[in-house]
């Protein structure tokens, strides 16, 4: 094999192999889509706010690893807010939460010696006779220190408020204690009003993990993953507010549903003209409905985007269903 072809067959493993080594992994995320809450007011906390009460809300998230190494997630990173701020978040968990590689301290020991001596040697001679001497006289001291130091700690669960309270975040990493992929509880307790029946907390799901380059140092933490579920909240033992709860449950399922089946649909109207596809393709044109469409509308900020009429009529149908099982939701609230 000359020198030539052998260059070409090693392009051609390198071109071959890259890219499905560069791939990060991709992870799902799924949720249940409305909870019962249960009232844990105590007698001190009733005496000072008469006016409110403390709900709890335990529910699972769900990752799934679609393809890639879990070797490569490094964290998940989880966001539940209020979206209109009607609730605060007395407290949750799980909370910080610290671990360490090592079984117990480490211990360190540390020995020094200090050594003296004398030596004498005496060779002779007399007729007939040799005579040889040696003497050694010598102290040693031994010096011996221990000690044990705290294993070093590392941050597997980082948790903690945003948003002036009105939400809170889960960042969970990835280590030898700690799989991320499965089921994870996590439970929030919120204050609300007395009056209060029901409403939606949004749960904003992201995965990061490594894109690995060729070499080491071209390696990159990348979004390796993304959701975002409203989930409705209910008061437990109110059979009408899970009622409620329920419809919008369903309705934001078929509206998930029925975008997912119009997919090429609204790719065709997001660029309706071979000309404005041109100019998607070179980034000069922006679409006219966009990719984010969907998140867009299941955000508080979505009516008025001037997309909507240009959905298919049965998203159209499905999205005005979703909206209106949103806005009996919110009724509960107060």
Same mark, same amino acid.
């Given at each position: ?9 090693? =392009? ?11 791939? $990060? $992994?991709?992870? &799902? ?15 001190? +906390? ?6 409110? &009460? ?34 605060? =978040? ?16 480490? +211990? =360190? ?9 004398? %030596? ?7 007729? %007939? ?5 040696? %003497? ?26 945003? *948003? ?32 209060? /029946?029901?409403? =939606? ?6 995965? /990061?993990?490594?894109? &690995? ?11 390796? %993953? +993304? ?28 509206? /998930? ?54 959905? $298919?009529?049965?998203? &159209? ?16 609230? *107060?």
């Amino acid at each position: 094999m000359d020198r030539t072809t052998f260059y070409v067959l090693c =392009i051609a493993v390198v071109s071959c192999t890259t890219p499905a080594e560069a791939k $990060p $992994p991709r992870v &799902r995320f799924d949720t249940m889509p409305s909870v019962a809450c249960r009232d844990v007011t105590d007698d001190e +906390f009733a005496s000072v706010n008469p006016d409110e &009460r403390l709900l709890e809300a335990k529910f699972e998230i769900s990752s799934i690893l679609d393809s890639g190494s879990e070797t490569d997630l490094t964290e998940f990173f989880f966001r539940m807010t209020s979206p209109q701020q009607s609730f605060r =978040i007395a407290d949750y968990s799980p909370r910080t939460t610290l671990v360490s590689d090592y079984n117990g301290g480490i +211990f =360190i020991e540390k020995k020094q010696e200090d050594s003296k001596g004398l %030596g004498i040697a005496v060779a002779g001679g007399w007729e %007939g006779a040799n005579l040889t001497g040696h %003497g050694d006289a010598g102290t040693k001291n031994t010096l011996t220190t221990k000690y044990e130091l705290v294993a070093p700690l590392e941050s597997v669960t980082a948790s903690g408020t945003i *948003q002036n309270g009105y939400g809170v975040y889960f960042k969970i990493r990835r280590s030898r204690q700690v799989t991320l992929e499965g089921a994870k509880e996590y439970q929030v307790i919120f204050r609300v009003p007395r009056q209060w /029946r029901g409403d =939606i907390l949004h749960v904003h799901c992201e995965a /990061r993990g490594m894109q &690995r380059g060729i070499v080491h140092q071209l390696d990159e933490e990348v979004r390796c %993953g +993304f959701s975002q579920f409203p989930i409705a909240l209910y008061l437990a033992g109110d059979e009408e507010a899970k009622s409620i709860a329920e419809q919008f449950a369903s309705s934001n399922h078929k509206l /998930r549903s029925t975008a997912i089946r119009s997919q090429q649909e609204i790719k065709r109207r997001s660029y309706p003209t071979v000309l404005h596809e041109l100019g998607g393709l070179l980034e000069l044109a922006e679409p006219k409905i966009p990719p984010s469409w969907l998140e867009q509308l299941l955000s508080d900020g979505a009516p008025g985007y001037g997309f909507e009429s240009r959905l $298919p009529a049965q998203v &159209r149908s499905a999205a005005s269903d979703y909206l209106t099982a949103k806005r009996e939701l919110r009724k509960l609230k *107060q």
